[in-house]
């Protein structure tokens, strides 16, 4: 199973700023997830990002907002901008079993708040 | 409504019990159900998975799903203060993606 971090594992920031986050994983993947977990509520897909292709996103988030880098096979960034109190929440990626589509492996997410 | 319905508890019991956890779906497209735990402060694991109809054990976990009723659960024998966190179903079509419940929390009190 592929091994996965992240950066930072929490962080604090003001309104108006922007924060990126890191996502590394031990071994090459084709398909990478975002998600966006906030207290009591399900996992919200953000986005998927291929590499070598823009991004795909879901209903309700864009790329101006969450632009999303995927420069290679085992490395992707997730950049939360113009952070309002509305986006504090726990970001996690993931990284899909490429033998079972529906079996993904989780970093162990991103912490933030924004005051 | 949501496709897939989950109660957030908390659910408490005592350590030995028996534990029943469930998921409510409405989209007849799902063949592939999950179960994923999450402990605090850490991502989801896969701990169990089912494609279509039936029950799958493995160990002390006995996953369930029925299709007909669009009703799956997680069965936990002999539960240990070890498997208190959060457990959450996932549900899929063919295209993979992953629709998620909101998670239930299990606490087992010693």
């Known amino acids: 199973s592929a091994v996965i971090s992240q950066k930072p594992s929490r962080d604090i920031c003001q309104r108006g700023t922007s924060l990126t986050i890191q996502c590394q994983v031990d071994s090459q993947v084709t398909m990478m997830f975002w998600y966006r977990q906030q207290p009591g509520q399900s996992l919200t897909l953000i986005a998927t990002?291929?590499?070598?292709?823009?991004?795909?996103?879901e209903s309700g988030f864009v790329i101006d907002k969450f632009p999303i880098s995927r420069p290679n096979l085992t490395f992707s960034t997730l950049t939360v901008s113009n952070m309002s109190p509305e986006d504090s929440s726990i970001y996690l990626c993931?990284?899909?079993?490429?033998?079972?589509?529906?079996?993904?492996?989780f970093g162990p997410g991103t912490r933030l708040t924004v005051t | 409504q949501k496709e897939v319905e989950q109660d957030p508890g908390p659910l408490s019991v005592p350590e030995g019990a028996i534990v029943s956890l469930n998921c409510t779906y409405s989209n007849s497209a799902f063949q592939y159900f999950m179960w994923y735990r999450q402990y605090s402060r850490k991502g989801p694991e896969l701990l169990m998975y089912t494609y279509s109809s039936g029950n799958k054990e493995d160990g002390r976990f006995t996953a369930q799903v029925d299709k007909s009723s669009k009703y799956i659960s997680l069965f936990i024998r002999d539960s240990q203060p070890s498997d208190s966190a959060t457990y959450l179903c996932?549900?899929?079509?063919?295209?993979?993606?992953?629709?998620w419940g909101a998670g239930t929390k299990l606490i087992i009190k010693p």
């Open positions: 993931s990284v899909e079993d490429g033998a079972r589509a529906y079996e993904q492996y």
């Open positions: 996932a549900m899929s079509d063919s295209n993979y993606q992953l629709i």
């Open positions: 990002a291929n590499q070598g292709s823009e991004a795909t996103y």
